[in-house]
């Protein structure tokens, strides 16, 4: 089990977030921790989710959509190639016409002087990084509220044979007071009492069966399906989970989402840049077969060209501020995602103290309650002892039954709470184990 010395050791000091690390690989972001969950039905719905997950499929559209702006950002690098056909009729007077026709052939391209197609490559594949982060955090989010939801489950059946239990105790108990009401051996108030907690033994059994039928919707919706999966056996026990040996601050700075706004923040800078080159001037060449722009045949001196190449440079002496304006958009645009970076490393490393210091408390919670529920069989066996010699009547019996019940209903509850804290940590930690 992983201590706070461990990661107290691990995140000692403020996280330095002035250098951005550089990104690991996707591959290496694939959340790792859950193949090593010692549960096949939990392992068969997580493999079910990745595949089924409308999330999921929603960050990996939103990547195939960065992939063509990274395409279409490429294109403007490279040369243009146009052909078209021209036709004219005309004549200088009435009396006489005259016809022309050609097929025009161009290529076009521009020299990036300043670096504003560069940077339009560069902020694209950053966009296409981010994009890529991305899905890596859906596909943890999807992970981890699956194994959650399968965790709501487990704990809805385990609550559901307990409160079956202390329903049927609580009838049992109700019908022993009714029996000794009717032998005089008990008042009315006692009758009443016995019906109140039957009544209330029956709202919990209940509860504890709708809990299963929203886990099973639950687990159905992330998924992909339409409907709710099937209930799978319950065997007894909420969640194996392995032992943490250690939580090393690159598995915080690793995380996925921290990846992306690195990614994103890197596009800012590109479109900083490409924000400046775009008020510079732009140099372009063309070359041309088969035509031409009237303009040239003036230029050239000649009726008409078979082929021409022309360099052309522009820039824009008055754009009423436009420039100006985008430049600092951009500016701007910068420093929200340096922000937006420093926050999600800042909250990266609070998460992981947080769901440390939860999964402390959850696994001390958890052990009491396992002391409290073997303290409740022993006395429930002693009973029975006492019962069997005559010592203690049946409706003592009950009532030490109920309490059996009632101490496995809170195992459960604690158990669920100390894997849903160690999912919490590893979903903090970037999905390492």
């Not at 965790?151 to 109700?174: F, H, I, P, S, W």
């Amino acid at each position: 089990m992983i201590t706070a010395a461990v990661l107290a050791l691990a995140l000692s000091g403020a996280p330095d977030t002035s250098r951005a690390p550089a990104p690991p690989p996707v591959a290496a972001l694939t959340p790792a921790w859950w193949p090593q969950l010692d549960d096949p039905v939990l392992r068969d719905l997580l493999t079910r989710a990745s595949q089924g997950s409308l999330d999921l499929k929603i960050a990996v559209a939103r990547l195939e959509r960065a992939g063509a702006d990274v395409d279409l950002a490429r294109a403007g690098q490279r040369p243009h190639a146009t052909v078209g056909a021209d036709a004219a009729i005309g004549a200088a007077n009435f009396s006489s016409v005259h016809k022309g026709a050609g097929v025009p052939a161009s290529v076009g391209y521009e020299v990036d002087l300043f670096g504003r197609l560069k940077a339009s490559l560069a902020a694209a594949r950053s966009d296409q990084a981010a994009a890529q982060a991305d899905v890596e955090v859906a596909r943890q989010l999807v992970m981890a509220e699956t194994a959650k939801a399968y965790v709501d489950l487990r704990e809805a059946q385990a609550k559901r044979a307990a409160t079956e239990g202390a329903l049927a105790a609580a009838r049992r108990n109700e019908e022993l007071i009714s029996k000794r009401r009717a032998e005089g051996d008990a008042l009315g108030d006692d009758v009443q009492a016995a019906h109140r907690d039957a009544r209330a033994a029956l709202v919990e059994s209940d509860t504890a069966r709708r809990g299963v039928e929203s886990a099973c919707i639950r687990l159905g919706q992330l998924l992909g399906q339409d409907g709710p999966i099937d209930e799978p056996a319950f065997g007894g026990a909420i969640l194996t989970t392995p032992a943490l040996e250690g939580l090393p601050s690159e598995a915080v700075l690793g995380r996925p989402d921290i990846q992306a706004a690195q990614a994103r923040l890197q596009a800012a800078d590109a479109r900083r840049a490409e924000a400046v080159a775009a008020t510079r001037p732009r140099f372009t060449l063309t070359g041309s077969l088969g035509g031409g722009e009237p303009d040239l045949f003036y230029l050239l001196d000649v009726r008409a060209l078979a082929w021409s190449v022309v360099g052309g440079l522009t820039h824009e002496l008055y754009d009423g501020g436009a420039g100006k304006a985008r430049k600092r958009g951009a500016t701007a645009d910068a420093t929200l995602a340096e922000l937006a970076y420093r926050k999600a490393v800042g909250d990266a490393w609070a998460q992981a103290r947080l769901a440390l210091g939860a999964l402390d408390q959850a696994t001390i919670a958890e052990s009491l309650a396992r002391e409290t529920l073997a303290q409740a069989e022993r006395t429930r066996a002693l009973g029975q002892t006492r019962h069997g010699e005559g010592e203690i009547d049946g409706a003592a019996l009950t009532r030490l039954d109920a309490a059996v019940s009632a101490a496995r209903a809170a195992l459960a509850d604690a158990s669920a709470a100390r894997a849903r804290a160690y999912l919490d940590l590893i979903l903090a930690a970037g999905g390492r184990a």
